[in-house]
């Protein structure tokens, strides 16, 4: 069964120091989302991709958090520096369509920052 | 703007019961989409149904049914005699169709089913 494919599961990282996530959509999906996901609470928005373009950045930090996805396939969702607020679970996600169709997720990348 | 509720953010019952978890959405739109996801422990978010606003047929899945009703904003899921593997936290998610599949998720029900 085809699946998003996300690393690493877990990271601990520094404050100030760089870390980055990579996310392999479902194969076809033109639409990839990142989302954060702070304990306790529903997942949010951080940017989202239709193809190798932006769409919605719009919630994404944008002085410490940058995201690409070059040829419209995986993508890399980067944060320098970290810092404790940080601190979450950040998970991938896909779609065929926008909207209409369901988004599938990965596992998440469960992030620490100490 | 957007907003989804899930006014229950625990709920405990013993195996073989029944369990409604509720959600109540906001929007001025008139197309949109209603999903359930379930998170068990281990993360990942699992597709569970999609409704568009324009169908409010009520929907069954073995165990599972959904309540769809736009006078009053809601979306009800139900799990008929719950069993322990559908203790997870569920989320109640919209989305409005001009946003691009951006999902506003509610804050989560976490339902412990025991023994």
């Known amino acids: 069964e085809a699946e998003v494919a996300q690393s690493p599961r877990y990271k601990i990282t520094e404050k100030s120091q760089a870390v980055a996530f990579w996310c392999d959509p479902i194969?076809?999906?033109?639409?990839l989302y990142w989302y954060r996901q702070i304990l306790g609470q529903g997942p949010e928005l951080l940017v989202q991709?239709?193809?190798?373009?932006?769409?919605?950045d719009s919630q994404l930090p944008k002085d410490r958090f940058s995201a690409e996805r070059l040829k419209g396939v995986d993508s890399t969702l980067k944060i320098q520096p970290a810092e404790l607020g940080d601190s979450a679970m950040y998970l991938c996600a896909s779609s065929l369509g926008q909207g209409d169709t369901e988004a599938f997720f990965g596992q998440g990348t469960r992030l620490t920052v100490v | 703007a957007q907003k989804v509720t899930q006014a229950q953010t625990e709920i405990s019952v013993v195996e073989k019961e029944d369990v409604t978890l509720d959600c109540v959405y906001e929007t001025r739109d008139t197309t949109y989409y209603l999903f359930w996801y379930k998170q068990p422990p281990s993360g990942e978010l699992v597709f569970l149904i999609r409704?568009?606003?324009?169908?409010?047929q009520n929907e069954i899945s073995g165990r599972y049914s959904w309540n769809f009703q736009k006078s009053t904003s809601s979306f009800n899921f139900t799990i008929t005699a719950s069993q322990v593997v559908d203790s997870a936290v569920y989320f109640c998610a919209l989305s409005v169709w001009n946003q691009g599949g951006k999902l506003i998720f509610g804050q989560g029900t976490e339902l412990s089913v025991k023994p």
């Open positions: 409704r568009n606003s324009f169908d409010e």
């Open positions: 194969s076809g999906h033109a639409t």
């Open positions: 991709f239709q193809d190798e373009s932006v769409v919605d």
